[in-house]
């Protein structure tokens, strides 16, 4: 039996780190990948503040030390002074990624005209992809609705974790098996 995929899910936000609001991200992105995924998988889950000292530490321990062969953030996209979750991203990366970012923003402007406002990025650190996601809640769907298809095939790549999805939710594409 192979081991369940470790998949990171990190949440940056002031407010729910802090206990202001109930973290609504966390549980959004568990929850579409519990429809998406048919393969076994595990989240490994944290909460951090819009850090960025704290959101690489975060970064660096999920993908070195917690085995994590896919992270996905949410929040901190954005303009304001403390949004820093692509600088940090950035910064643990050894390979960018700006096809991701450039299809999640296309996607969510159909849904909202600020989407232009997000900076998320998706990069890959060693065998790890990280994906950011807006603090939106209802941003996360969106956007892995629109990346996911190619998550699998960039995972086999880099030497991640092999998932399989179900074609009703997200029709994961393969040019060639392994
Ligand atoms: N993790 C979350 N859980 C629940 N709701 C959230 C979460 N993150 C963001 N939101 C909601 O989305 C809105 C916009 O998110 P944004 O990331 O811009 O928050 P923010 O104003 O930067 O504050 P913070 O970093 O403290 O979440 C917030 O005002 C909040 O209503
Ligand atoms: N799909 C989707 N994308 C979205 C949004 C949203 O509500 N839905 N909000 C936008 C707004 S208003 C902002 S400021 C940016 C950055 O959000 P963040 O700082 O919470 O990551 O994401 C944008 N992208």
């Given at each position: 039996m192979t081991e369940p995929a470790r998949i990171g899910l990190v949440t940056v936000s002031d407010r729910a780190s802090a206990g202001v609001y109930q973290d609504l991200g966390g549980p959004a992105m568990a929850e579409w990948l519990s429809r998406a995924l048919v393969t076994p998988w595990q989240a490994v889950s944290r909460v951090i503040s819009d850090d960025r000292e704290i959101i690489e530490t975060t970064l660096r321990d999920l993908a070195d030390t917690e085995s994590c062969g896919l992270i996905l953030t949410?929040?901190?996209?954005?303009?304001?002074?403390?949004?820093?979750?692509?600088?940090?991203?950035?910064?643990?990366?050894?390979?960018?990624?700006?096809?991701?970012?450039?299809?999640?923003?296309?996607?969510?402007?159909?849904?909202?005209?600020?989407?232009?406002?997000?900076?998320?990025?998706?990069?890959?650190?060693?065998?790890?992809?990280?994906?950011?996601?807006?603090?939106?809640?209802?941003?996360?769907?969106?956007?892995?609705?629109?990346?996911?298809?190619?998550?699998?095939?960039?995972?086999?790549?880099?030497?991640?974790?092999?998932?399989?999805?179900?074609?009703?939710?997200?029709?994961?594409?393969?040019p060639k098996k392994k």
């Open positions: 949410t929040g901190g996209t954005g303009p304001a002074p403390r949004d820093v979750t692509p600088e940090a991203t950035e910064a643990v990366c050894d390979k960018m990624m700006p096809g991701y970012g450039e299809l999640m923003r296309t996607a969510s402007l159909k849904v909202v005209p600020t989407a232009i406002l997000s900076r998320q990025t998706a990069g890959i650190r060693g065998r790890t992809l990280i994906i950011n996601l807006p603090g939106k809640p209802s941003a996360i769907a969106d956007c892995l609705d629109a990346v996911f298809p190619a998550t699998p095939y960039c995972l086999d790549l880099i030497g991640g974790p092999w998932l399989d999805t179900d074609p009703a939710v997200c029709a994961a594409f393969r």
